[in-house]
Nanobody
Framework: QVQLVESGGGLVQPGGSLRLSCAAS????????MGWYRQAPGKQRELVAS???????MYGDSVKGRFTISRDNAKNTVYLQMNSLKVEDTAVYYC?????????WGQGTQVTVSS
C-alpha cells in the first residue's frame, strides 16, 4: 500500500518560512519523481515544484527564487523549503509521486500565510 504523508504546514506571517516534508512508503522511492502541488480555494491545483529521480528540479513561475525542493532517498522523504512567503501562497499543499503512468497523492497539508 502506497502512502505519502505530508507534514509541516501551518500558519505563518508574510515574509516567513515553512518547511514541508512528505514521507513515502510502499514505493521504491529513489526511482520516482516527486512533486509538490497546491490548491487554493476556488482555484485549480497547480504544480509548485518537482524533483526527478536524478535530482533535476523545476519550479512554478510564482515560487522561483523563494521555494526549494529537495529529496533524501535514504529517508524516503521529499522536502519543500518555502521562504519569503506571501499571502497568495495560502493553499493546501499536496505531495505527489509519479513514474511511468503511476501517480500517487498525499492527503495534503494546509499552509496559511496571514498577518
Amino acid at each position: 500500500q502506497v502512502q505519502l504523508v505530508e507534514s509541516g504546514g501551518g500558519l505563518v506571517q508574510p515574509g516567513g518560512s515553512l518547511r514541508l516534508s512528505c514521507a513515502a512508503s510502499g514505493i521504491i522511492f529513489s526511482i520516482y519523481a516527486m512533486g509538490w502541488y497546491r490548491q487554493a480555494p476556488g482555484k485549480q491545483r497547480e504544480l509548485v515544484a518537482s524533483i526527478s529521480s536524478i535530482f533535476t528540479t523545476m519550479y512554478g513561475d510564482s515560487v522561483k527564487g523563494r521555494f526549494t525542493i529537495s529529496r533524501d532517498n535514504a529517508k524516503n522523504t521529499v522536502y519543500l523549503q518555502m521562504n519569503s512567503l506571501k499571502v497568495e501562497d495560502t493553499a493546501v499543499y499536496y505531495c505527489n509521486a509519479f513514474k511511468s503512468g503511476y501517480v500517487y497523492w498525499g492527503q495534503g497539508t494546509q499552509v496559511t500565510v496571514s498577518s
